[in-house]
């Protein structure tokens, strides 16, 4: 059974730095793309990066953009999310996803288009 589970996340101050994990089981990294989104209080659920690593892509929201790299480490079945410069809008509760189908070259994530969902973790960002 596919199963995603998130670990990392925490509070930190703006400026501060987290990495999140999402540890994959049940399958392998190699032929699905995992996605990154996050949502806040009141809000929807943002797609902000994907990674699909046959074939090489990774792609980022605008908003996230040169703060946020996302890498794989297949030996270890895990997508990490790096999280650098982060400010108090980034604070959300943030999810990985798996999906065989999605392309993951674009800019542009949605939702719907992943089918296997981790739990999420909470990021706060305060001062």
């Known amino acids: 059974q596919l199963q995603l589970v998130e670990s990392g996340g925490g509070w930190v101050q703006p400026g501060g730095s987290l990495r999140l994990s999402c540890a994959a089981s049940g399958f392998t990294l190699g032929s699905y793309a995992i996605g990154w989104f996050r949502q806040a209080p009141g809000k929807d659920r943002e797609g902000i990066s994907c990674i699909r690593n046959d074939g090489g892509r990774r792609n980022y929201a605008d908003s996230v953009k040169g703060r946020f790299t996302v890498s794989s480490d297949n030996a270890k079945n895990t997508v990490y999310l790096q999280m650098d410069n982060l400010k108090p809008e980034d604070t959300a509760v943030y999810y990985c996803?798996?999906?065989?189908?999605?392309?993951?070259?674009?800019?542009?994530?949605?939702?719907?288009?992943?089918?296997?969902w981790g739990q999420g973790t909470q990021v706060t960002v305060s001062s």
């Open positions: 996803a798996a999906d065989k189908k999605v392309v993951c070259n674009t800019g542009h994530f949605f939702v719907e288009d992943y089918d296997s």
